[in-house]
């Protein structure tokens, strides 16, 4: 299948500053990219998804300048939270899918382990 | 809107044995994919199994199978011969036509020895 890369792989970071995710896709062109939040023991939550050149749509409820998103390349989008706070401290997932089908299996990174002292 | 309910928070299971984990959805698309993920405690994501809205068998793969009762909106996956490695969370997935793949709440099955 499909592979798809994220780094850092966890980072710890001070209050107030920001961190940077990156999400590649190394086999394939995704031209939609999308970001997850996982707080532990729950679900995937959907907090945007990317379009290779286009702005990011956000879910409700996700702060779009908290939580910039760019996507440049049809291999690469980055997720930076800005002015981190403790209670970002999460499981970022994103995943890359080749199409926007219903039957367009999507293919996940390792995640990123947000920790914000 | 898409739904996915898994209402099995935990499960327990004999190491050999097989168990099944509940799943149901609801939307109004006539075509969407049912997907089923595995993910251990390390967090990564894997992919099991996908099922299509219009496929006439149940999707079948190694150990894994899904029991696709479209029209009673279920897609439960069933594990066959239960390993140690088996024990992870697992998620029942839909996407439709709004192509964002929604994910039920997960079950944590826990194999034993």
């Known amino acids: 299948g499909a592979v798809v890369s994220q780094h850092p792989s966890w980072v710890i970071c001070k209050s107030g500053t920001s961190v940077k995710i990156e999400c590649r896709s190394l086999?394939?062109?995704?031209?939609?990219m999308f970001w997850y939040r996982q707080f532990p023991k729950q679900s995937l939550m959907l907090m945007a998804t990317?379009?290779?050149?286009?702005?990011?749509?956000?879910e409700q409820g996700v702060e779009k300048d908290k939580f910039l998103i760019n996507h440049a390349s049809l291999t690469l989008s980055t997720l930076t939270v800005t002015s981190a706070h403790p209670e970002d401290s999460s499981f970022y997932i994103c995943?890359?899918?080749?199409?926007?089908?219903?039957?367009?299996?999507?293919?996940f990174g390792p995640g990123t382990r947000l920790t914000v002292l | 809107a898409q739904k996915i309910t898994q209402t099995q928070p935990g499960m327990f299971v004999q190491e050999k044995e097989a168990v099944t984990l509940d799943c149901t959805y609801d939307?109004?698309?006539?075509?969407?994919?049912l997907f089923w993920y595995k993910q251990p405690s390390s967090g990564e994501m894997i992919f099991l199994i996908y099922?299509?809205?219009?496929?006439?068998q149940n999707a079948t793969e190694g150990r894994y199978s899904l029991n696709f009762q479209k029209a009673r909106k279920s897609a439960n996956l069933v594990i066959s011969a239960s390993q140690l490695g088996d024990s992870a969370m697992y998620f029942c997935?839909?996407?439709?036509?709004?192509?964002?793949?929604?994910f039920g709440a997960g079950t944590t099955v826990t194999v034993r020895a």
């Open positions: 995943s890359a899918a080749t199409g926007t089908s219903p039957y367009n299996e999507q293919f």
């Open positions: 086999d394939f062109q995704a031209t939609t």
């Open positions: 990317s379009n290779e050149g286009s702005k990011a749509t956000y």
């Open positions: 939307t109004s698309d006539p075509s969407y994919g």
């Open positions: 099922q299509g809205s219009y496929d006439q």
């Open positions: 997935a839909m996407r439709a036509n709004d192509y964002k793949l929604s």
